[in-house]
């Protein structure tokens, strides 16, 4: 088996762990100021949140380069409905709307979070 666990540099680990915990209902396992993982309802990490500059990876270094150039943070979730209400309950501003992806057959939107990540999220 593989898993994959994007770990995404963040300016404020507390803060976009909430934001993220509202908007998808995942939950804290690690929690701290530098790094954070995220895990959905069954306990599965599905993301890390690491804080700019600490503990020297060279990937995770500046965030005076873009974040996320040539990276969508793709995340399929089970109650599309619910993630989608609670984005409009935050007031985000969507990438896209909620619509039928024709290539994939499922719905989804589009979104960026509080440092620029783009996520698609779907059905």
């Not at 994007?6 to 690690?30: D, M, R, T």
């Not at 790094?35 to 690491?50: A, I, P, Q, R, S």
């Not at 619910?82 to 992806?101: C, D, S, T």
Request: glycine share 8%; hydrophobic share 35%; with cysteine.
């Amino acid at each position: 088996m593989i898993k994959n666990e994007p770990i995404i540099g963040v300016f404020n680990v507390e803060k976009s762990s909430k934001w993220y915990q509202k908007l998808l209902n995942c939950n804290s396992s690690h929690g701290g100021s530098t790094f954070e993982m995220l895990t959905d309802n069954t306990g599965e990490v599905f993301l890390c949140l690491h804080k700019w500059g600490e503990h020297e990876h060279p990937t995770l270094s500046s965030p005076q380069i873009p974040p996320g150039n040539g990276l969508i943070l793709y995340l399929r979730v089970e109650d599309l409905n619910k993630v989608w209400n609670n984005a409009k309950e935050l007031k985000l501003e969507m990438e896209e709307a909620r619509h039928m992806n024709p290539n994939s057959g499922k719905e989804q939107f589009c979104l960026r979070d509080l440092d620029g990540y783009y996520l698609m999220i779907t059905e």
